[in-house]
């Protein structure tokens, strides 16, 4: 596992801090077909605010039972997009749907992605949860908990060792090898979602763990049990935990939160003591969905900046 002191995760996952990113695209209300050139526009102005992350998805079909009807552009042409239009903002893939893509390619485009963005990429995997999109590959949703380990384990070995390969995935041929290097030495690997692995294969071989949205009660028996499997692989460890939150940013400061699949509708105060409590828990890093909400992006994006982000500074 690669150090957690490689730059672009140092300025995500601070121990004892909360830090702040965006999930892509950025739309609200109904928009559903987001024009990239302006998604381009939003990720610069994360970039300027000060933000810490812009998160990218991996949606190859859409289907019935994916309820999101956003178009999703290809994740390694929007991430290489995004690493030359930005300068600090770390990017992160959250995340590649490991066992519908060879474990070649995946490590192909995340090397790219960090030498094109100056080493600020960090590599989410996920193992996909839709049986409409496994069937069009030729792969079964069941069989995908297996893949995502066999890939994860060769992705690993490809990022941190010294790239060569053979067409099995054992890193042996002195014929073959994949260039370039990382930048760092390595690119931390992050599991989006448990991947339908144990929570002690994400402690030991992940080196943070992102999940989804939860009201706060369940989201501190999440983390709990995520910092002990962590302390047991290593004490001195911190349990670098994100988590998405589905945003709906009301004009009010003083709106009360309201429940939302996956995140909340609230004002300023609500969402700040919302924040503090889950950074108290130990959370280090929250992604904010701002899907369907009825402000313009930028304006929402402005105000958590000048309202929201000095609160954790």
Not at 104 to 118: E, I, P
């Amino acid at each position: 596992m690669i150090s957690t002191q490689h730059p672009a995760f140092a300025s995500v996952f601070r121990p004892g801090e909360l830090t702040f990113g965006f999930v892509l695209p950025l739309t609200y209300g109904s928009e559903t077909k987001p024009d990239p050139r302006t998604q381009l526009e939003l990720a610069r102005l994360a970039d300027r605010l000060g933000f810490n992350a812009l998160w990218v998805r991996d949606v190859p079909l859409n289907s019935p039972d994916y309820p999101d009807p956003i178009e999703h552009m290809d994740p390694w042409v929007h991430l290489g997009a995004l690493a030359a239009v930005t300068e600090r903002i770390s990017l992160i893939s959250g995340a590649i749907v490991s066992p519908l893509r060879h474990f070649l390619h995946t490590t192909k485009g995340a090397v790219s992605v960090d030498h094109l963005s100056g080493g600020r990429f960090l590599l989410g995997l996920g193992s996909g949860d839709r049986p409409g999109e496994f069937l069009p590959f030729g792969q079964e949703l069941s069989g995908a908990p297996a893949l995502f380990r066999e890939n994860w384990d060769r992705i690993s070995a490809l990022l941190g060792g010294d790239g060569l390969i053979d067409p099995s995935g054992i890193i042996a041929d002195r014929n073959a090898k994949l260039l370039p290097r990382p930048m760092h030495g390595g690119i931390p690997m992050l599991s989006v979602g448990s991947a339908g692995q144990t929570i002690g294969w994400v402690a030991r071989n992940a080196t943070a763990w992102a999940t989804y949205y939860r009201p706060l009660a369940r989201q501190r028996d999440r983390y709990a049990m995520w910092s002990a499997a962590v302390k047991k692989v290593d004490p001195e460890r911190s349990p670098a935990f994100a988590t998405a939150f589905r945003l709906q940013f009301e004009d009010d400061r003083n709106a009360p939160p309201q429940q939302l699949d996956f995140g909340l509708q609230v004002g300023r105060d609500g969402l700040i003591a919302e924040l503090l409590a889950l950074r108290d828990m130990g959370a280090q890093h929250v992604m904010f969905n701002l899907t369907g909400g009825a402000r313009p992006t930028q304006e929402v994006m402005q105000e958590l900046a000048a309202d929201v982000l000095p609160q954790f500074r």
